[in-house]
């Protein structure tokens, strides 16, 4: 499997080796933090905070995390003089308990990314034209995925300037 690997990789450099020479510039990026990190991504993350129905759904995580907390020290404490009957009554009301803060937290989730998603939505051409103005001022010749790169040196990552052209655009 190693040797597979080696050869692989090998394989991959004598490709991209005459590309990279071809190219001005090869650097990294990353298109959702991009977008992600505007200004704009980060106000709607912060609406979305305080619209009554998540902080709603966040107070109810908030108060079944205690819910369940409390119900586990009382398990520490006072299990051991529990009988079998108000063991499993214990632990039904817990696995009750934990799968209502999972239902919560599934919620939650799928708000903030329902919320990200729109933003990935409505920013994703102002991005692309971000994205183009850096290439072609900075003579960037390949942009790779930072999520693709095994290693990039930080300095190569362009994607906070384009957050930066996205924040300016508006």
Do not use: C
């Given at each position: ?12 450099a004598l490709i991209a080796a005459p590309m990279a020479m071809a190219a001005d510039k090869v ?144």
């Open positions: 499997m190693s040797k597979l690997n080696s050869i692989l990789l090998l394989t991959v650097v990294v990026f990353d298109l959702q933090s991009a977008i992600l990190n505007t200004d704009m991504a980060k106000k709607r993350m912060q609406d979305m905070q305080s619209n009554s129905e998540f902080a709603s759904m966040q107070a109810k995580f908030e108060s079944l995390r205690a819910e369940l907390q409390k119900m586990a020290k009382e398990a520490e404490k006072n299990g051991v003089t529990w009988n079998q009957e108000q063991s499993a009554e214990h632990r039904k009301k817990m696995e009750y308990a934990r799968a209502d803060l999972e239902l919560v937290v599934k919620k939650l989730q799928a708000e903030r990314n329902a919320t990200a998603q729109r933003v990935m939505e409505e920013l994703n051409p102002k991005a692309q034209v971000a994205l183009k103005d850096v290439i072609s001022a900075e003579g960037i010749g390949i942009v790779l995925s930072t999520q693709t790169a095994y290693y990039a040196e930080p300095s190569l990552d362009i994607t906070a300037k384009v957050t930066e052209k996205l924040n300016k655009a508006k």
